[in-house]
């Protein structure tokens, strides 16, 4: 059975990745790395609580079979956009760059709808070049999810997510933004885990629809 490393394992995605890869029958271990506890007890969970700027403290540990990369937060969570570039492009890309070094094979990433490094938009120019960057790093397959808006069971509610996830649905129904369709943080790890069994090489980005057909009902 396979290891799966995961960081970002308390955020909506990732929480039902570690949650999915613990009953899946392909794992045999689950290493999660974050700054905080899961509060979560599994004889196939492995947890280390880590400083993301001290790596020579942690990267002799980060080895196994496929790297997930569901790390990220929020402008507001983060107070600045140094601090949210810092969380969603610096310690991703160094924790991607570790693995890759360590010889880990597989690597997927938790990106964004509408990532591109040429976007006037903050977010999307920072979410397309980690998009650009960990491409380039030696893993045999490298897959980059664009999930749309995402919704679920959070530990913190987020008004704004809630209300634009509302108007999307809206806009929705009657054929428009269908590419922005909202989806579930189980979705999404659930098309993870397909694609890691899936062992499909080299650099793949797969967006929102084909999230959905590839998320087992």
Do not use: H, M, W
């Given at each position: 059975m396979k290891t799966a490393i995961v960081i970002g394992g308390t955020g909506?995605?990732?929480?039902?990745?570690?949650?999915q890869l613990l009953n899946s029958t392909h794992f045999g271990q689950v290493l999660v790395f974050g700054r905080r506890s899961l509060e979560l007890v599994h004889e196939k969970l492995q947890e280390h609580i880590i400083n993301f700027d001290k790596p020579q403290l942690w990267k002799h540990l980060v080895k196994g079979d496929v790297f997930f990369?569901?790390?990220g937060t929020t402008l507001r969570q983060a107070g600045s956009k140094d601090a949210q570039y810092r969380v969603d492009y610096q310690y991703q890309f160094s924790m991607a760059s570790v693995a890759a070094e360590n010889k880990v094979p597989a690597y997927i990433l938790v990106s964004s709808v509408g990532a591109d490094s040429n976007s006037r938009?903050?977010?999307t120019r920072m979410?397309?070049?980690?998009?650009?960057g960990v491409s380039r790093l030696?893993?045999?397959q490298?897959?980059?999810?664009?999930?749309?808006?995402?919704?679920?069971?959070?530990?913190k509610f987020r008004p704004g997510e809630t209300a634009s996830v509302g108007l999307l649905k809206l806009l929705n129904a009657v054929?428009?933004?269908?590419?922005?369709?909202p989806i579930t943080g189980k979705q999404v790890a659930n098309a993870m885990i397909q694609i890691a069994l899936g062992e499909k090489r080299g650099v793949t980005i797969y967006e929102n629809d084909q999230l959905f057909?590839?998320?087992?009902k």
């Open positions: 909506l995605v990732g929480n039902a990745l570690v949650l990369s569901c790390l938009l903050f977010y979410k397309g070049q980690l998009d650009e030696p893993f045999i490298t897959a980059i999810i664009r999930p749309g808006a995402l919704y679920g069971s959070r530990k054929g428009i933004l269908r590419k922005y369709r057909e590839l998320a087992v």
